[in-house]
């Protein structure tokens, strides 16, 4: 009876461990909600509106879930957004030939394309990163670890899956079935 209960806390203890070394992507807070509210939020100017494209969303939201973020650090950057969408919208500006955010940012004076670049540095950096801006079309974004969080490639939606956590459980399962085996041939031994 000892080494039964023995064995079953062996099995437990894999599973436990097993478990560990599952990881996925966190949930968005509601706090950090409003970071992905002010970013889909459209720009208005002379009455028309803009938006970010949906790939550079779904980047966002990706960071989100990956980091947790402090209430300061959302306050601060939802600000910093919005500033720079406030700069934006307060720009007279001929829009008879501006059809996308990508030409009305091309069609800001230098100073306003300076200050918007500015907030949107400083909202970088206060989340722990740094923009590479080549032109108005190509950014890249990259994290304190060198890890690129952004680009103006493809993005990819996180899933949170690899098969290297299926092999894990995998082979916990395999080790228990023999644990089990070999506790119930000593067991039956005895």
């Known amino acids: ?15 436990f ?3 560990l070394t599952v990881s ?14 002010a970013l889909n939020t459209g720009i208005s100017v002379g009455g028309k509106t803009f ?13 989100l879930k990956q980091n947790e973020l402090t209430a300061s650090e959302v306050n601060q950057t939802v600000d910093s957004i919005n500033q720079a969408k406030a700069l934006i919208a307060a720009q007279t500006i001929d829009m008879s030939d501006i059809n996308s955010l990508s030409d009305l940012i091309k069609a800001l004076p ?35 670890q060198g890890n690129t969080a952004f680009s103006t490639g493809s993005p990819v ?4 899956t690899t098969y290297i956590y299926s092999l894990i459980v995998l082979v916990g399962l395999v080790l228990t079935a023999i644990g089990a085996f070999i506790i119930g041939r000593k067991a039956s031994l005895a």
């Open 110 to 144: 230098a100073d306003v394309k300076n200050q918007v670049r500015g907030l949107i540095t400083s909202a970088a950096n206060v989340l722990g990163l740094t923009i590479s801006l080549d032109g108005v079309d190509s950014y890249s974004i990259t994290t304190k």
């Open 24 to 37: 996925a992507d966190s949930g968005i807070s509601a706090d950090e909600q409003r970071i992905l509210d």
């Open 157 to 160: 939606k996180n899933t949170g």
């Open 51 to 63: 938006y970010l494209d949906q790939k550079d969303i779904t980047q966002a939201e990706n960071h």
């Open 1 to 15: 009876m000892r080494k039964w209960i023995l064995g079953l806390l062996v099995v437990c203890g894999l599973f």
């Open 17 to 19: 461990v097993s478990g």
